[in-house]
């Protein structure tokens, strides 16, 4: 109940900010442009999105063969492997890792994984240091806030409220709203954090079997320093991460930056196969990755809604979602927004926390129309729906099943089933309804803020049908 | 399947609110020729059901729909949503079902209205009406599930004096999304006014669509707002302006 | 530990899902580019993200260097021992030619705070993208090509390949991946600041790439 109160008020909060929707708005605007211009030719796009989806779904049907060929290449590259089944063991074994090394300084690339799993509040509870270094998490650590969405963490906030954060913790830097010049001075603050650094965390893009090969994409060079400068590297990795071949790398990546910033690649694309050799001069001396479970093994079960797992995380069915860019990332109240989020969360988190979260679509399907490896999302969202007021075959996968029927609600679906149901019922109802429409309600909830009340007509088409002389069967 | 005779499958939004556009629908098709049945007993697709995640409601309004359309004759939807919920989730729906077959020999039969007078019918169309300028908005369904936006827009621009003006953002959802506009009203709310505020922008004097739920959706927005954009389905638009005797 | 990798495993293995036609990796199709073609593709590309591109013959290397590290106002250039062994002998200008001698541990103080710019190799480049391709040696360790503001790359033309997957199949990387692979299209740049491209982030703020011909 209390949820539905939070979303309800995170909702109105979110529309009643104008400031916000002019910055999503234009946000958006931006990121489909950049997007569209990358996919010129249809063809090439729907064989790109083919090619792509086979290999996640191939990926997805070999899981755990794969999964045991990248752990054993990881640790044949002397990169150390641990599996964690949920939240709090992951970030159990990544604490236990640190302390073992001492590290009381940590620095973090970009990672949604991360973010999943709370490691910041964690480790923040153990003492240990840990910043976020990509530009935008920076910033929106400085201001004590959450990520709004997956890609650009700061889309939420303008230029004047981003100096004045930077220029409330660096009173030593003279205040300014130059982008450029802001840039400079975080470099010079984040670059003495890389050297202070006792470790670095990041995520991974692709998880690479056949070679034991972790791949990290990035723009800023932040995610190279946090995996090459401290002495030690911890990756952490979604279970559904990892790929067969080598070759299914260029692929991905190419739809994934297309996708996700309208970017033909990212200016550094990072390979990592192993930590410092015997010979070599830098990078980490000592290496571990963390395989994340976190509800996935589960979501695997279920024939329908395994496709959930084929995602990249590149953000596009976020940025195409109308009714995200009406909100922005806060109003969900989770780690991943939009279409992606309602359909992945409520499956971790289940249907009596998360389950009204499936409300926020209109089943547009413009974020199937641009999904890289075509996950089928409005269709997941449809069958999480019902799974919310109706169905049982689903409780084995998900917590919470029916939690969110409401007796009003089904009350009337049973009224109107029947009706709609028989014919002459049908009939009778809609003659009483044209009959009487000049009664017909001038207000119904919120839909008579924003519109005027539909008037039934006074006859049915089946009546002008009729009268018409259209026969009738 | 003989193209001669047809079905059509007005939709409940139709029957009880837009009935004369669902008659302009059926004079359109029976002036090419073809002879338009209109089956008493039909009522729902049941997608509204369905979308709202009550699907065993949705089943038993789905199949009472069946024995409607015995004849192996094509089935005329003037609503892109209602097609695309036959077409491409009754199948979901009637899985397993022991009327599963009996279900895909209705889906195979069904066209949306535009889809059909293109493609099927290959209508041409004679303009006689008073210039204009139109906006033209294409549901969800019938751009992303049916992939048939361009059938509304082939339609209007065999009519000489109408000029299309573009919105901006024009494949953007308009906020509908059936019970959607009830459940989360106020970002409906928002996502209309968005809409109007495009629409509106291009000074066209009337928007055209093939689904009644936007138009009932921005209509009624436009309504509200008093604003001087008026707002008509493809049916009675192409009716009006075709008919020697409007 | 092992008790949860059994937990996860055993609930994978429960479900087989229908394998899937592996479709045409349309990236490791041929073009058919030319050399100049593909010169031309690499230089507008990586110019677009705003790094620099010459082309020069192998022997002309020396005189671009010499002219232009004093022009930039570049006062040191840190370089593995095979390019200096290359260029230490004919380096005229007043550049102080830095190596990256020891372990980072006791470099890191020069690395960040002293050195103006680096000259690395590169093992190719990719047309397709925009992009050179670094595997990092004992002698042109990692942080070469991200600490200095100006990182300065050198692309044997005959090493440049259409697309990444050609050249991940051409050089048999799935056979033996070094500890390190990079692909470098631009310097350092972010837009997290309302959209608005800001560079030299963490990274370079220079990425030139000489492209050497024979």
């Keep these: 109940m209390s949820q539905v109160k939070s979303l309800e008020n995170r909702v109105d909060e979110a529309l009643g900010n104008e400031q916000l929707q002019t910055n999503f708005r234009s946000a958006m605007d931006y990121l489909i ?116 969405h997956i890609v650009m963490p700061a889309i939420h906030k303008s230029r004047k409220e981003i100096s004045k954060v930077f220029s409330e913790h660096f009173p030593e830097f003279p205040y300014t709203e130059d982008v450029d010049l802001i840039t400079q001075q975080a470099r010079k603050i984040l670059r003495d954090r890389f050297r202070e650094a006792d470790a670095g965390i990041s ?179 449809n069958r999480l729906r019902s799974e919310t007021v109706e169905g049982d075959y689903m409780s084995q996968f998900i917590e919470g099943v029916g939690s969110q029927r409401k007796s009003i609600e089904s009350i009337a679906w049973q009224i109107w089933k029947h009706i709609y149901s028989h014919p002459t019922l049908y009939s009778i109802c809609s003659k009483a309804i044209t009959k009487l429409s000049s009664f017909s309600p001038k207000k119904f909830g919120g839909w008579s803020n924003y519109r005027v009340m539909p008037k039934p007509s006074n006859t049915s088409l089946k009546e002008l049908a009729k009268q018409a002389g259209f026969k009738n069967e | 399947m003989l193209k001669s005779e047809v079905y059509f499958f007005g939709t409940c939004l139709v029957d009880l609110f837009f ?46 729909q069946i024995k409607c359309f015995p004849k192996n004759i094509p089935i005329i939807v003037p609503s892109g949503s209602c097609a695309g919920m036959i077409k491409f989730h009754w199948r979901d729906l009637f899985k397993g079902e022991s009327d599963f077959e009996a279900a895909m020999l209705v889906v195979e039969r069904v066209f949306e209205f535009t889809e059909f007078l293109v493609d099927k019918l290959e209508i041409k169309l004679t303009d006689l009406g008073e210039p204009t300028q139109i906006a033209i908005h294409t549901s969800c369904s019938s751009r992303n599930e049916m992939k048939i936006e361009d059938k509304i827009e082939q339609l209007v621009s065999q009519l000489s004096e109408v000029e299309v003006l573009e919105q901006e953002r024009k494949s953007e959802c308009c906020g509908f999304g059936g019970t959607f506009a ?43 707002q008093n604003a001087p954009m008026k707002s008509q389905h493809i049916a009675q638009f192409l009716w009006e302006r075709t008919n020697e005797s409007g | 530990m092992n008790k949860s990798k ?63 590290l004093p022009k930039r106002k570049i006062k040191n250039i840190l370089s593995g021992e095979q390019i200096a062994n290359e260029i230490a002998q004919s380096l005229t200008s007043k550049t102080e030619l830095m190596r990256y001698d020891n372990s980072y541990e006791s470099f890191s103080e020069s690395l960040f705070n002293e050195i103006d710019a680096s000259i690395t190799k590169s093992v190719g480049a990719i047309a397709h993208s925009g ?84």
């Design chain 1, 33 to 148: 442009e950049k997007r569209s211009d990358q996919f010129p030719d249809k063809d090439d796009l729907n064989n790109l999105r083919n090619t792509s989806s086979s290999i996640r779904s191939n990926s997805l049907s070999k899981l755990p063969e794969l999964l045991i060929m990248l752990e054993e290449n990881l640790e044949n590259n002397n990169i150390k492997v641990h599996w964690a089944e949920t939240d709090i063991e992951a970030n159990n074994t990544i604490y236990q890792i640190l302390k073992e090394a001492n590290a009381k300084k940590v620095v973090k690339g970009k990672s949604m994984v991360t973010e999943e799993i709370e490691l910041n509040e964690f480790l923040d509870s153990k003492n240990i240091e840990i910043l976020e270094t990509d530009l935008g998490e920076f910033l929106v650590q400085l201001a004590n806030e959450k990520p709004s």
């Design chain 1, 203 to 381: 995520g991974v893009n692709f998880a690479v079997a056949e070679t034991g090969t972790l791949c990290l994409v990035e723009n800023e060079g932040n995610g190279r320093m946090c995996t090459t400068v401290p002495p030690l590297h911890i990756a952490v990795a979604g279970i559904e991460k990892v790929v067969e071949n080598l070759s299914d790398v260029p692929p991905l990546l190419d739809i994934l930056t297309k996708s996700a910033t309208g970017q033909e690649i990212t200016t550094y694309f990072n390979m990592i196969s192993s930590p410092r050799k015997n010979d070599e001069k830098d990078g980490p001396m000592v290496m571990h990755v963390i395989l994340l479970d976190n509800g996935r093994s589960k979501i695997h079960q279920n024939t329908e809604m395994q496709e959930t797992l084929k995602c990249i995380r590149c953000g596009s069915c976020i940025n195409h979602c109308p009714v995200y860019t009406q909100l922005g990332g806060h109003a969900y109240g989770t780690v991943y927004p939009g279409p992606i989020g309602i359909t992945l969360e409520p499956q971790q988190k289940g249907i009596s926390e998360l389950g009204d979260l499936t409300s926020l679509c209109t089943m547009c399907g413009a974020c199937a129309e641009v999904c890289p490896v075509q996950i089928p999302l409005p269709k997941l969202i």
């Design chain 2, 19 to 64: 009935p004369k556009e669902g008659l302009a629908g059926m004079k359109l098709l029976e002036r090419e020729g073809i002879k338009v049945i209109y089956p008493k007993n039909q009522t729902c697709c049941g997608q509204p059901a369905f979308n709202s995640g009550y699907r065993k409601e949705a089943l038993k309004v789905a199949r009472a």
């Design chain 2, 182 to 224: 009830v459940k989360q009203a106020d970002i409906s709310g928002s996502m209309v006014q968005d809409k109007t505020n495009t629409l509106l922008a291009t000074n066209a004097s009337c928007v055209i669509s093939q689904e009644c739920g936007c138009l009932m959706n921005i209509g009624g927005a436009l309504e509200k």
């Design chain 3, 6 to 68: 059994n937990i996860i495993l055993e609930r994978l293995k429960s479900k087989i899902h229908d394998s899937v036609h592996r479709e045409n990796i349309p990236l490791m199709a041929m073009h058919g580019w030319t050399k100049s073609e593909m010169i031309q593709m690499l230089s507008e590309k990586l110019q677009l993200s705003k790094a620099e591109v010459f082309s020069m013959p192998n022997k002309e290397l020396i005189n671009w260097l010499n002219d232009e």
């Design chain 3, 131 to 214: 992009s050179v391709v670094l595997q990092p040696t004992t002698d042109e360790p990692r942080l070469m090509s991200l600490v200095p503001n100006t990182h300065i790359v050198l692309v044997d033309e005959e090493s440049i390949y259409e697309t990444f997957g050609q050249i991940m199949l051409d050089q048999n990387w799935s056979i033996n991946m070094p500890s390190n692979t990079l692909l470098i299209s631009g310097p350092s740049k972010t837009a997290d600041i309302e959209q608005v491209l800001a560079y030299g982030v963490h990274g370079p703020k220079e990425l030139i790439v000489l492209i050497l011909t024979s």
